[in-house]
């Protein structure tokens, strides 16, 4: 969904941990996650006003994106999934 395309942008991202943002967001690494109000408010105005931090988590973003979610990354496992059926 959205967020794996802004993780591919190079975006930080900031979600919920239920459903798909728990799982391809790690916590503080490439993006941050949150329940309540007051920590979704904490986070964002963490990456508005720290310029560093949002290129750095952006940059992780990225590279999680790329490493783990990608048509590159899927390739090696399909193309073995494909030798052992034949």
């Not at 503080?28 to 309540?36: D, K, Q």
């Not at 105005?45 to 931090?53: C, S």
Request: with cysteine.
């Amino acid at each position: 969904g959205k967020l794996l395309v802004y993780m591919a942008a190079g975006l930080p991202i900031l979600a919920s941990p239920t459903g798909i943002g728990g799982q391809l967001v790690a916590d503080g690494l490439c993006g941050f996650l949150a329940t309540e109000p007051p920590t979704w408010y904490d986070h964002l105005a963490q990456l508005i006003t720290d310029p560093q931090l949002r290129h750095r988590v952006g940059h992780n973003a990225r590279q999680r994106a790329t490493s783990c979610y990608s048509h590159q990354a899927y390739e090696t496992p399909l193309l073995s999934m494909i030798e052992d059926a034949v």
